[in-house]
């Protein structure tokens, strides 16, 4: 953007076209020579310095012109933005035990779509540190508390069933997540906790893991994935290659309930792709971050050109007026 920082010397401008006037009608008082006959002239074509006689008044006008708007501060504008946040820190807790390639969950197991939904989640948070915890017969970070969220996507891509020894232990991946936040000075901070089965290895109760999490202030959500009753779990054959048998879904509500409402956080159950996807947009409305933008517009002065060239043309206006255009009253 651009603008003049004192438009009303602008004003000066409507000078020129008076001089303008002036010159030419003072011009065409000046003395003449009278010839008796300029008809053997008239074969003659004027010559590219006559055509050029006019070039000093020019020059000396657009001189004029520019240092007027000089004058005037013409300003050239950069906007910027200040964001100060008042972010939330987030780790999120990931079940990958096998228990996770159910397919109830389409277009294919709970993973798979779990991965998709956090996906989305981390692009909602932008001006929020996030983390990654995964587990299953123990918990691993897979990244900490991080605002390079490309990075956190890399590795969100890279979570695999089979990547940690089989099991569930939510109080481990509960305790491991507080270990990450506890030092953190965010106004708030959670655990979004998903998972799709009962704790059943670790050395950490989940509910010890909760209480713990309490004591720090920190908040957990947690996520119960799965229907109700039986649904379609995968089995390599080594005849047969991949069948399919209906396995019973096994989730701790109780537990999970306990743990959430111990944190004052909330419990919410997810029984196919599109209630998961909206119970982490349900969370991402809960947990609002308080973004203050402050806007600056930098202005650089841009009179320095216009003066410079406005004495390139004075110059060229009195080198040609004394040379080449050099007029005898």
């Known amino acids: ?25 003072l011009r065409e008082k000046r003395p003449t020579i009278l010839y008796s006959d ?11 310095w006559v055509r050029l006689s006019s070039a000093p008044f020019i020059f000396r006008m657009l001189a004029l012109s520019l240092v007027l708007v000089a004058l005037a501060r013409p300003q050239a504008g950069a906007r910027s933005e200040e964001v100060i946040t008042e972010g939330v820190d987030i780790l999120l807790a990931i079940d990958i035990s096998s228990s996770m390639k159910t397919e109830d969950f389409k277009p294919r197991n709970r993973l798979y779509v779990a991965k ?41 891509e890279d979570v695999q069933i089979g990547s940690i020894e089989d099991g569930t232990a939510i109080g481990t991946a509960i305790a491991t997540s507080v270990n990450r936040l506890k030092e953190s000075q965010a106004k708030s901070r959670i655990i979004i906790l998903l998972t799709d089965g009962v704790n059943n290895r670790g050395e950490i109760d989940p509910l010890t893991a909760a209480e713990l999490a309490k004591t720090f202030g920190i908040k957990i959500y947690t996520v119960g994935a799965g229907r109700d009753g039986f649904a379609p779990f995968p089995f390599e054959d080594p005849v047969y290659g991949t069948v399919y048998q209906n396995v019973r879904v096994e989730i701790d509500e109780e537990t999970l309930q306990k743990i959430a409402q111990l944190t004052e956080g909330k419990y919410f159950r997810a029984t196919d792709a599109d209630s998961l996807a909206e119970v982490y947009r349900e969370i991402d409305a809960l947990e609002k971050t308080e973004i203050e933008q402050k806007e600056y517009v930098r202005y ?6 216009f003066m410079t060239v406005a004495l390139g043309l004075l110059l060229a206006e009195s080198l040609l007026a004394r040379t080449r255009l050099l007029s005898i009253p």
């Not at 650089?300 to 050109?305: D, G, I, K, R, S």
């Open 1 to 25: 953007m651009t603008r003049l920082a004192y438009p009303w010397l602008a004003l000066g401008l409507l000078v020129v076209p008076a001089l303008v006037y002036l010159h030419y009608r």
């Open 38 to 48: 300029l008809r053997p002239l008239n074969v003659l074509r004027p010559s590219l």
């Open 300 to 305: 650089t002065e841009l009179a320095p050109y």
């Open 116 to 156: 998709e939904v956090v996906a989305d989640f981390i692009r909602s948070r932008p001006h929020d540190r996030i983390g990654m915890v995964v587990f299953a017969a123990r918990a691993l970070t897979k990244c900490p508390l991080t605002i390079d969220h490309d990075v956190l996507q890399t590795l969100l």
